[in-house]
Each structure stands twice: as structure tokens, then as C-alpha cells.
DNA sequence: TTAGGGTTAG
């Protein structure tokens, strides 16, 4: 053992021959100098194999308790409980233990106790030990404690105690002013941020950063500019961290221009290009849709083995329907996470692919990804949008067996996938099991409940929805005059219609125009409707002449239906739906030169018929059928049922509508015409193949034809069954002889 | 032995 000063280690091995002289050389133990160099061996060792971290605490165990110790072995401590295999508890033994043999803890005790707590969801632990802290000393003696205490608190999302810890200093320093207003912000109490960040006697780069990222994390994008503004006019500098979050506030508001001149600023001021702020820089401009400046940068700094730049550019390509180059880039990556599958499988549901999007989801398991909450919300969106059932439930059941954790995300795409395969039902228990739910839950429950003809249902759950005093938006009043209009809810529509704009301050865009033409032009009051056309200050688009049309065919009124079918001939030349809807009418109201004309003109702008289709789930597997479908394997069988349905709909009265078919056959031909209408297929089939007590649920393409809608009725009378149609605008709930859409469609 | 802010997916 050497007398002189012994140097401090450098290496694990040169802290370990310290160990064995520290441990072997007894009475040298108790001289200060050996608990630096102690403490200088622990600094050696932390970084290293959790092995010699235990060795290191295993000495402390054995050392003669000290209040020098103590904070030494707390901070070993803590820097073990960032990486897996720290002891949550150690510290908190170790600080009783020491406390027992009457060593009384210093700041630098508390100081780490309270770090190791911010990772602890222990609120009581927490209270314990800032009690203990103020019997032994005031965090204001040394401001890193009340520092390190504010953090806790913040970290723990306890912004109630946070803000006391700091009320409770009595000399703030400009540091605890920053950590609370920052604290607050990143807990989401933006209010209150912004309030002590004005009464601040010093505002830093550091606290208007963390301002300006909690608004723009909180989609106030224009309060985060609005904050940058203020801080440049105060002469404080932004720094790289700044421009990180403001860029991220231009894509959101897709301010190139601003998010230009900060790429400026970068270069100007030189600041360091790392990672993050590559990330931000590439994912403002393909936000933006500048491509060019986001490729740039991409190929500058971006194109390197981690993926987050890959999914900033790969997610602009997708936003903006370039799936083909994003599908490109990705397939080029070396390593891909979570974010590139889901961005990914984002863009082709957006895009209308949702087997390439499956598929993708099957590759995750090859790339050893854990689904999570996001990937389940992305299945779930295109479940919802197949009407795809039973896949939608084997989700819920992953859900249910806590394989994913669900938050208010899942819930509401949940609830979401059920309403659109017509389960009210199961939605509402969704719905209702939901701890918490946002404007977002509420608009899908109503939006759902609206296009499942329970208007009335709808509206209930809007007035409790201002009962527990969410605020609609936009979205959520589509819904409600949805809600109004699919049940000619007249007086109701016209009262939100209204209220929108003096409860909230939404002005109506055109979808909310549509609604409320549709509803009047389904009441009736075709020509209240059509002032609003002409008074609106918005060019009438395709949605709204097509809601006219169809108005004008239900209240027979040819003249109207004419001049409608004309703007949509204008607006949508190639969409065979009106051209079918107008021959209809003529059909209708027999004008049969009318009739052809139409058909001479579709044949002229060679307009094709969409194809229309039912499909129809049986054991996980879809059946999709067409018109006079053959080619089923069972087809036999089907036609057997298809020749049932027919006797007993004649039996008790039914005579099938053959006045739809102009073909010049005679009128058992039509008869067999409209028997093969893919949905009474589809039906047939689900009848021969379901179990009596489960509901026939068909998913269609295009709307259902009039007969079908009145044949359907009676097998559901016939047959005691539950059948649910999705047909291209909406839910029919066929049960007992009736139809949830009250025969008006 | 002591301190604060951040980006990409629904």
C-alpha cells in the first residue's frame, strides 16, 4: 500500500486493484482521502458491467455508514437505474439503513434520492422524502435539491406538487424558473406556463424552447410561432433545439416560407446539423411538399444507417400519395423500426391498398417488430374500411389479452372499426368502457351512430358529450347534421346548423352545407334546399348536386332532377353514377326517350357501369359476389335458397319491382334478373352457411336497388333474421320486417 | 459529487 497520494483510477482494472488495496488495507478506510478515491474508482466502474457496480455497493455495505458515502452510493445509484439491471429499491434501503445509524443525509443525498425517484411512479414515496428533505434541511440552502425536486414531480406528471416545490423556495434562482415553466409545459399546462413564464425575472432560450415545443406537441402550431416571434423581439437567440421545434410547428402549418428562412439560420449561424435537427429540417419540407429541398437535405446528411430521417421522408411521400417512392426508399433501408412500418402501412391505407398494407404488417414479425398501439390503429383503420369483422375482432381480442397497451387512440379506432361494420352494439360497450374520451371518441360515436340510422341515438350522445363539457369541432357537427339528415331530423338539423356558428365560432365549410341540403332535400323541402345552393358562399360541388338528384327522384320532381344532372355531367363527366341515377328517374316517371338519351350519351363518352359487388364473411373468409354471379363453388345450393326465397317472398305477397328493367325481355327473365342482384346472392349464401343465430352482414359497393331493399325486409321477417347491409353512403339494419333507414335512402 | 429544452408514425 503505497503512503503518498494514490492516483485516482482510469481504467475498471486500475479501480479494481483500488478495490482489493481499499478492502484489504483496513484502517486506510477511514481517512477522507480513501472515500475519494473510492468515489474516484465508482466514476471508473459505472459506465461498465452491472458486475462491478454490484461489487462497488457490495463495499459500500461493508463501509462504516457516512453522510460522504451515502451521496456517493446514491449517485452510483442512479446511474445504474437508467440501464436495465438497476435495483429500483436499492436507494431507498440504502438511505433508510443509513438514516438508522443516525448519519443525517446532506443535499447531495436528497439530490439523488430524488432522481432515482423521477423514475419510480411512487406519488407517496415521493411526498415521504420532500417531507424528510424539509425536516433535515430547505431545498432553497442548495438549488439543485429544490431543482432536482421540481423535476421528480414533473416527471411523475404531478404538476400540482411540482408547482408547490417551487412555490416553497424562497430565493428562486433562474434555473427553478426555467424547470417549472418548462415542467408545466411538458405536462401539458400551457396556460400556466405561459403565465409564469411572463412573470419570470429571466426568460431563456432554454424556457421559451420548451414553450414553443409544447404547443407545437399539442397542435397549437400558431402559439408556437407566435412564442418564437416573442423571443426573437426579446433579443434571445434560438438554438439548434429551437429551430427543431419550430420547423416542426411549419409542417404543421405547412409554413414553408418560415420553415425556408429557418434552414437559412441554420446555415448561417452554423449550427450543428446532428440528427435531430436533420430529421426536423426533412420533415418540415416534405410536409411542405417541397420534395426537391426535403431530398436534398435527405441526401446530404440523412441517408445514414438509422431510420429516422428515412421515416421523415418516407412519411412526406406517403402524406402526399407518393406511395411508390416512399415504397421505394423503404425498400432500400438497412434497418427499419416501428415508425417506417407504420408510417408505411399509414400511406396505403390511406391510399386505398389495404392488402399491401396487410402484407407489410405479416413482414413485421420477420424484422422482429412488437406491434404496437399505432400498428394496431392502422389494422384496425382498414378493418373499418373492408368492413372486415372478424379480423376487426381478432384485434380486440389482442387488445383484451394486454399484448398492446391500449390508450384513447385504440379505443376510439376501436369503437370506429365496430360502427362500420354495423355493430352498434359492441361499439357502445367500447365506448362505454373507455376511461377517457376525447372530441375524436365522441365524433366517431355519433358519426357512428349516425350512419347506422340512430339519429335520435346520435343527437343523445351529443348533448352528453357538452354535458362532460367536451367541445365540438368541426368534424363532430358533420356528424351531428349527418345524424339529422340520415333520419330527417329536420328542426334538429336546422337548430345545429345554426348553433355551430354562434356556440363555437365554426363557420361551415362545404361538407356542412351538404348535410343540410341533404336534409332538406329528403324532407321535401326542395326548394329551401335549393336557395341554400344558390345563397351558400361556396361553389355547390359534385356531393351536394348528387344529394339534390336524389332528393329530386324520391319527391318525383323531374325538372329540378334535369338541371341538377346537368351541373353533375359538368362537375364529373366520367362518374356512371349519374347517368344511372338520371335514368332512373326517367325510368320512374316512364319517360322512356329520355331514358335512352341517357343511355346513347354514356355510350358516347364511353362512361363504363361500375361493377357492382356484395361481399359476405363466412369463417374468415370473404365471398365476394356480381350480378348473375356462377362461379361460386356452391353455387347449387345457392340457387336452391335463391328459388326458396323467391316462393316464400310470392307467398306472402311480394311481387319483385321488374318496372327497374327496360331490357325488352319478358317478365320472367326480369324476375330471374333482379333474383341474381349480387346482394340476394351474397344472402342466399350467408343463410345456407351461417348459424341460424348469427347476423347476415353484406357489404356492398354501390347502393342497394329498390327491390332488394323490399325483398331484404321480408327475409328478414321470413327467416327471423338479422341482416345488415353497407351500402356506399350508409347502414341498413334489417330486422323484423323493417329497415333502420326508414325505407329512405 | 450539483441543473433545465427536442425530431419522425394514429
Known amino acids: 500500500m503505497p503512503r503518498g497520494p494514490w492516483p485516482a483510477p482510469r481504467t475498471v482494472r486500475q479501480a479494481a486493484e483500488l478495490h482489493a488495496l481499499l478492502t ?160 408545466l409545459a411538458k405536462m401539458g399546462m400551457l396556460g400556466d406556463a405561459q403565465l409564469l413564464l411572463s412573470q419570470a425575472p429571466v426568460r431563456d432560450v432554454i424556457s421559451w424552447t420548451s414553450l414553443i415545443a409544447a404547443y407545437t406537441r399539442a397542435n397549437r402550431a400558431n402559439e408556437a410561432v407566435g412564442c418564437f416571434k416573442s ?61 426537391v429541398h426535403a431530398q436534398q437535405v435527405f441526401d446530404a446528411m440523412g441517408r445514414g444507417p438509422r431510420p429516422h430521417s428515412w421515416n421523415a421522408i418516407i412519411d412526406g411521400y406517403c402524406k402526399h400519395g407518393h406511395i411508390d417512392v416512399a415504397r421505394s426508399l423503404f425498400d432500400q433501408m438497412e434497418v427499419c423500426d416501428l415508425i417506417t412500418f407504420n408510417s408505411m402501412m399509414t400511406g396505403y391505407i390511406h391510399s386505398g391498398q389495404l392488402r399491401e398494407a396487410l402484407l407489410l404488417f405479416m413482414n413485421m414479425r420477420r424484422h422482429d417488430l412488437r406491434v404496437d398501439s399505432f400498428t394496431v390503429v392502422c389494422l384496425l383503420t382498414a378493418c373499418a ?48 368502457r373507455m376511461g377517457k374520451r376525447d372530441v375524436h371518441t365522441w365524433t366517431a360515436m355519433i358519426s357512428g351512430l349516425a350512419f347506422n340510422g340512430m339519429g335520435k341515438a346520435a343527437l343523445e350522445h351529443f348533448y352528453q358529450m357538452r354535458r362532460d363539457a367536451v367541445q365540438p369541432n368541426s368534424v363532430t357537427y358533420i356528424a351531428v347534421l349527418t345524424a339529422c339528415s340520415h333520419s330527417c331530423l329536420l328542426s334538429e338539423g336546422r337548430l345545429y346548423f345554426d348553433e355551430m356558428r354562434i356556440l363555437y365560432n365554426i363557420h361551415p365549410h362545404i361538407g356542412h352545407y ?29 356531393v351536394i348536386w348528387a344529394s339534390i338528384l336524389s332528393a329530386c327522384r324520391v319527391h318525383k320532381h323531374i325538372d329540378l332532377a334535369q338541371c341538377a344532372a346537368e351541373h353533375l355531367l359538368k362537375l364529373e363527366p366520367d362518374e356512371d353514377g349519374v347517368y344511372v341515377q338520371l335514368y332512373n328517374i326517367y325510368i320512374d316517371s316512364r319517360q322512356w326517350e329520355n331514358a335512352s338519351k341517357i343511355r346513347m350519351l354514356m355510350e358516347e363518352r364511353q362512361v363504363k357501369k361500375t361493377a357492382g359487388y356484395s361481399a359476405i364473411t363466412v369463417a374468415g373468409q370473404v365471398h365476394k359476389f356480381v350480378v348473375s354471379d356462377k362461379s361460386h363453388p356452391r353455387i347449387l345450393e345457392i340457387i ?63 347502393r342497394v336497388c329498390e327491390d332488394c331493399h323490399s325483398a331484404i325486409k321480408l327475409i328478414s321477417r321470413l327467416w327471423n333474421r338479422e341482416i345488415i347491409v353497407r351500402d356506399r353512403s350508409r347502414f341498413h339494419h334489417f330486422r323484423e320486417g323493417k329497415c333502420s333507414c326508414d325505407d329512405f335512402w
Not at 369483422?389 to 389479452?401: D, K, V
Not at 328459388?643 to 325488352?664: F, M
Open 24 to 183: 484489504t488495507s483496513g484502517g486506510i478506510l477511514y481517512r477522507p482521502y480513501a472515500h475519494h478515491l473510492l468515489n474516484s474508482a465508482v466514476n471508473c466502474l459505472l459506465p461498465s458491467e452491472p458486475l462491478h457496480l454490484r461489487y462497488a455497493l457490495h463495499v459500500f455495505d461493508r463501509l462504516p455508514a457516512s453522510t460522504f458515502l451515502l451521496g456517493t452510493a446514491l449517485r452510483a445509484c442512479f446511474r445504474a437505474g437508467s440501464s436495465s439491471w438497476g435495483d429500483p429499491d436499492r436507494p431507498f434501503l440504502l438511505f433508510r439503513r443509513t438514516r438508522r445509524a443516525g448519519v443525517r443525509p446532506d443535499a447531495f443525498a436528497f439530490h439523488f434520492l430524488f432522481k432515482c425517484s423521477s423514475s419510480r411512479p411512487h406519488a407517496l414515496l415521493c411526498t415521504m422524502l420532500h417531507a424528510a428533505c424539509l425536516r433535515t434541511m430547505l431545498p432553497s440552502a442548495a438549488p439543485f435539491v429544490a431543482h432536482s425536486l421540481i423535476h421528480m414531480y414533473v416527471e411523475l406528471g404531478l404538476a400540482g406538487d411540482a408547482r408547490r416545490a417551487f412555490d416553497e423556495i424562497t430565493v428562486k434562482d433562474a434555473v427553478a424558473w426555467t424547470m417549472v415553466i418548462s415542467g
Open 231 to 291: 423571443m426573437l423581439s426579446e433579443g434571445i437567440a434560438p438554438d439548434e433545439v429551437t429551430v427543431i421545434g419550430v420547423l416542426s410547428a411549419c409542417a404543421q402549418l405547412k409554413d414553408l416560407e418560415l420553415g425556408h428562412s429557418l434552414h437559412l439560420l441554420i446555415k448561417e449561424k452554423g449550427m450543428l446539423m446532428d440528427e435531430n435537427l436533420v430529421v426536423a429540417l426533412i420533415n418540415m419540407y416534405a410536409k411542405c411538399g417541397d420534395f
Open 385 to 432: 374500411s373492408l368492413g372486415a369483422l372478424p379480423q376487426g375482432r381478432a384485434l380486440h381480442a389482442f387488445i383484451e389479452q394486454r399484448l398492446v397497451e391500449a390508450d384513447i387512440y385504440l379505443g376510439t379506432a376501436l369503437l370506429d372499426m365496430y360502427m362500420k361494420c354495423g355493430r352498434v352494439d359492441e361499439a357502445t360497450i367500447v365506448f362505454q
Open 514 to 542: 351538404g348535410c343540410m341540403i341533404d336534409l332538406l332535400g329528403r324532407s321535401g323541402h326542395l326548394d329551401e334546399a335549393m336557395d341554400l345552393v344558390n345563397t351558400m358562399p361556396i361553389q355547390p360541388n359534385a
Open 640 to 702: 336452391a335458397m335463391l328459388e326458396e326465397i323467391s316462393h316464400r317472398l310470392k307467398s306472402v305477397g311480394y311481387s319483385p319491382l321488374t318496372s327497374q328493367i327496360t331490357v325488352d325481355v319478358d317478365e320472367e327473365e326480369k324476375e330471374q334478373t333482379l333474383l341474381g342482384h349480387s346482394e340476394k346472392l351474397a344472402i342466399a349464401f350467408g343463410l345456407i352457411s351461417l348459424a341460424p343465430n348469427l347476423p347476415v352482414h353484406i357489404i356492398k359497393n354501390l
